[in-house]
């Protein structure tokens, strides 16, 4: 069985760090893409970073770019979100979601694809003073 499962969220100061973890099982990283997902209240959920599992290649948008870093724990079979700077509309429910790694389902903003398989169930973050 397949489970992906968010950790480390919570409440920081602007300007304050936190790391997410996204814990998988039941699937070969090599062989997914990971992306990392927020959403907040009223607004559409945002891809914020994705993984390739076959290669390694990451992408950003804008709005996270320099401030985010996602990295692999191979050891632990983890997916981690390193959040810096971090800002007030960071503020979001986190999620991380997996699909097979193929350029086939590659979007514009390649690693990111088109749908994904597997989901986490989320992890609150509040930025706020």
């Known amino acids: 069985q397949v489970q992906l499962v968010e950790s480390g969220g919570g409440l920081v100061q602007p300007g304050g760090s936190l790391r997410l973890s996204c814990a998988v099982s039941?699937?070969?990283?090599?062989?997914?893409?990971i992306a990392w997902f927020r959403q907040a209240p009223g607004k559409e959920r945002e891809a914020i970073s994705c993984?390739?599992?076959?290669?390694?290649?990451?992408y950003y948008p804008d709005s996270v770019k320099g401030r985010f870093t996602v990295s692999r724990n191979n050891a632990k079979n983890t997916v981690n979100l390193q959040m810096n700077s971090l800002k007030p509309e960071d503020s979001a429910v986190y999620y991380c979601?997996?699909?097979?790694?193929?350029?086939?389902?590659?979007?514009?903003?390649?690693?990111?694809?088109?749908?994904?398989?597997?989901w986490g169930q989320g992890t609150q973050v509040t930025v706020a003073s």
């Open positions: 039941g699937l070969a990283l090599d062989d997914y893409t």
């Open positions: 979601a997996g699909g097979l790694d193929s350029y086939l389902y590659y979007t514009d903003h390649a690693p990111c694809i088109d749908e994904y398989d597997y």
């Open positions: 993984l390739s599992g076959s290669d390694g290649s990451t």
